[in-house]
């Protein structure tokens, strides 16, 4: 079957966002759609309350692109709003579409664009370039199949995902439970600091190493690496035996350790349970602690509500934020027994050993996801 493509100019119109002031922000009135509140990065609005012209008014169910920082397509799900500037408001005026599948293909097409995004400080695709992306448009029936085969597939991986989340809500409960919430020490048990209970805290090599290819090298993380729980291997670069060596007379991370972050995104902890070789950059601090302390425990008593509040609080600067190793050591919690440590540390390796499964099934789901994305990129779906 031949399938035409089309640029993205020719099939619908884009509206840029009004350049709002912070002084233009009110308490009350519209919201104004920030790129952060479509990326879910954070739930504070700010609104308007004057006239504005019909074109920045955004409805539900209109398709919304951002162009800049972080590039997306979504779909506004609430309330009507108004528009902030670096996001696009897509007007289908030009031809006959449908709304989902231009939201799959579009979205596959700004992935693959991201590589092309200009600019040091603020990173984006230019118009010219967006305009000239070319996307599959088959007939309206053949999209309309398409977009119903893509829903369910996007279906099942939500709901996985959702499982997965489920489960980390259940380990947060466990943890309340068992000792209660950590800002108030309910047991009164005792009272200790970073500082106290680690006698090792130090981060990485503050100058950037020499990357190596990565059958030629041994892992090298940063904070970016540490994901949801996990450390991301895929994307870590490498570093040579040689460097490799050099670094762990600094810092050396080990099975049992924990991971704390420290430079940019801050208060992040991951307990390393694999025995694999690797080294960190300076914006993770690697903790080891006294026998009284349980690592899964420590993970998770970090990465609480009590503990997460301390060390932004003793974050430093605002472009580039520095949780520095001596108020890294201020941050305070208690020190339950050791059985009722390992006792949670059970539970948790129980629940992990579930999620794992879980993770290899939504890989499944994502690679038949991507394979039908791009069958339907080609025309193949349905010929």
């Known amino acids: 079957m031949s399938i035409e493509y089309l640029k993205l100019g020719n099939i619908a119109t884009y509206i840029n966002g009004y350049a709002f002031k912070p002084e233009d922000w009110e308490n009350q009135g519209k919201p104004i759609i920030r790129i952060q509140n479509l990326t879910n990065s954070s739930d504070e609005l700010n609104y308007f309350n004057k006239d504005i012209n019909e074109k920045y008014i955004v409805k539900t169910g209109d398709i919304l692109i951002s162009w800049s920082a ?41 992935e693959k664009a991201m590589k092309y995004m200009h600019g040091s400080t603020m990173k984006h695709i230019t118009k010219k370039y967006f305009d000239d992306i070319l996307v599959p448009v088959p007939d309206l029936k053949v999209q309309e199949k398409v977009a119903k085969v893509l829903n369910k597939s996007q279906e099942l991986i939500d709901k996985r995902k959702a499982q997965m989340e489920a489960l980390d809500e259940l380990v947060k409960s466990q943890f309340i439970e068992m000792f209660g919430d950590p800002s108030k020490n309910p047991m009164g048990w005792k009272e200790t600091t970073i500082g106290d209970s680690c006698y090792y805290v130090k981060d990485g090599p503050h100058a950037s190493p020499n990357y190596v290819e990565k059958d030629k090298g041994i892992p090298f993380i940063s904070v970016r690496n540490i994901v949801d729980g996990y450390i991301n291997w895929d994307t870590a670069k490498y570093i040579s035996e040689d460097d490799y060596e050099t670094f762990i007379k600094k810092c050396e991370p080990e099975k049992g350790d924990v991971l704390y972050s420290k430079g940019g995104t801050t208060g992040i902890a991951k307990y390393i349970d694999t025995d694999k070789k690797f080294a960190n950059w300076v914006h993770i601090a690697v903790l080891k602690f006294e026998k009284d302390l349980d690592g899964i425990f420590f993970e998770n008593m970090l990465n609480s509500a009590y503990c997460y509040q301390q060390s932004q609080r003793l974050t430093k600067g605002i472009a580039n934020r520095d949780l520095v190793l001596g108020s890294m050591k201020q941050i305070k919690f208690y020190l339950p027994p050791i059985e009722l440590q390992n006792q949670f540390a059970d539970f948790v390796k129980q629940v992990d050993k579930l999620k794992f499964e879980m993770q290899k099934s939504l890989e499944e789901m994502e690679n038949n996801f991507n394979s039908l994305m791009q069958r339907a990129f080609k025309g193949e779906l349905f010929n």
């Open 70 to 110: 972080s590039i997306g397509i979504y779909e506004w799900n609430k309330s009507e709003a108004v528009l902030n500037q670096h996001i696009f408001k897509v007007v289908f005026d030009k031809i006959n579409v449908n709304k989902q599948y231009y939201k799959f293909m579009v979205g596959m097409c700004l």
